[in-house]
T-cell receptor, first 113, second 114 residues
C-alpha cells in the first residue's frame, strides 16, 4: 500500500525567511496531493493541493511542487510569519481506493519573530 | 451545516467502558472518513463511508472498534471495552466525492482512557 514519508519533523525559521517541507510517496498510482495545516486543538485545514497533471501550484505565499518521476512533492512557504507556526501534514490519495488519504508524519514549523 | 461537527470535544472514560463518538458531516457530502491521531503522531486511517456503506474498514485496530452511518449523514464511532492505548484524538472528515480529496475535517474528539 501507499506510504508517505515527510521531512523534516521539526523546522524553525526566522520571520521573513522561507520554509520548505518535503514528502515522498511510494504508490505511483497516487494522483492527488494535499497539504494540511493543523493548529493546536484544531482539526487539520486544507491549505493547498496539487493533482498529478501539473508540476507546480501557487497561492499567495505558499506553493507546492510535484515531481512524479521521483515521487516527491514539496511545500514552500515564503515570507514566513508567526501565524504560520503550526504542524503541517502532506498526504497522498490512493486513486480507486475510495479517496483514502495517507498522511505523512507531520512537520512542526516554528516561526520566530 | 457549515462545517464538520464532532461531539463530544473531550471525553474522559474509565478503562473497560464503552464510548461513542459522533460526527456530523457537511450537508451533501457523501464520503465520510474517520482518522485517529495519537499524541505527536500523524493521522492513522480507520474507516471510510460512501453513503451508508463502509467499503474500507481496514484501519480499525481491533474488533472493539466499530462505526456506522445512518441516512447518509451522521456517523458514530464506537469503542467497546476501552483501553489506555485507545487514548487519542479521533478526527472525522467529509468530502463531496470519494475520489476527489478535498476533505474538510472536524475539530476532533480528544479521548482519554484512565
Amino acid at each position: 500500500g501507499e506510504n508517505v514519508e515527510q521531512h523534516p519533523s521539526t523546522l524553525s525559521v526566522q520571520e521573513g525567511d522561507s520554509a520548505v517541507i518535503k514528502c515522498t510517496y511510494s504508490d505511483s498510482a497516487s494522483n492527488y496531493f494535499p497539504w494540511y495545516k493543523q493548529e493546536l486543538g484544531k482539526g487539520p485545514q486544507l491549505i493547498i493541493d496539487i493533482r498529478s497533471n501539473v508540476g507546480e501550484k501557487k497561492d499567495q505565499r505558499i506553493a507546492v511542487t510535484l515531481n512524479k518521476t521521483a515521487k516527491h512533492f514539496s511545500l514552500h512557504i515564503t515570507e514566513t510569519q508567526p501565524e504560520d507556526s503550526a504542524v503541517y501534514f502532506c498526504a497522498a490519495l490512493i486513486y480507486n481506493q475510495g479517496g483514502k488519504l495517507i498522511f505523512g508524519q507531520g512537520t512542526e514549523l516554528s516561526v520566530k519573530p | 451545516g457549515a462545517g464538520v461537527s464532532q461531539s463530544p470535544s473531550n471525553k474522559v472514560t474509565e478503562k473497560g467502558k464503552d464510548v461513542e463518538l459522533r460526527c456530523d458531516p457537511i450537508s451533501g457530502h457523501t464520503a465520510l472518513y474517520w482518522y485517529r491521531q495519537s499524541l505527536g503522531q500523524g493521522l492513522e486511517f480507520l474507516i471510510y463511508f460512501q453513503g451508508n456503506s463502509a467499503p474500507d474498514k481496514s484501519g480499525l485496530p481491533s474488533d472493539r472498534f466499530s462505526a456506522e452511518r445512518t441516512g447518509g449523514s451522521v456517523s458514530t464511532l464506537t469503542i467497546q471495552r476501552t483501553q489506555q492505548e485507545d487514548s487519542a484524538v479521533y478526527l472525522c472528515a467529509s468530502s463531496q466525492r470519494e475520489d476527489r480529496g478535498g476533505y474538510t475535517f472536524g475539530s476532533g474528539t480528544r479521548l482519554t482512557v484512565v
